[in-house]
């Protein structure tokens, strides 16, 4: 698994992620900045960078989450929902075939490991 950390305006992001895909975007407090960023990480630190200075508003790289069967169905949901659009836990819920689900469906997002790129912060409550 590789790592880098990159600059943000919302902070150092913290990108992690094999030849499998990237695994995990988080960001930290604080972190040393990476100089060299490994191959495998290339594509997506460009795209968060064109994402933050206004060029780009959905990512294609390869990713690679690590959760259950079900967070990776919510995780995957997560990605129709339209740059600047919001959908609440009960319709997302709903798209996934449950609306009983709205707890778990609310877990799932919270636990996403790919910060900015699953947009996990469109979904609101209703």
Known sequence: ????????????????????????ISILEEGEITNAIPEVLKEAVQQLHDYFVGN?????????????????????????IPFGKTMSYLDLSKKLGDVKAIRAVASANGKNPLWIVVPCHRVIGT
Request: charged share 25%; no cysteine; glycine share 8%.
């Open 56 to 80: 780009r508003n959905e990512f294609d790289f390869k990713m690679n989450p690590s959760g259950t069967e079900f967070q990776q169905r919510v995780w995957q949901e997560l990605l129709h």
């Open 1 to 24: 698994m590789e790592t880098a950390f990159i600059k943000t305006p919302l902070g150092v992001a913290k990108i992690a992620g094999d030849e499998n895909g990237i695994s995990v």
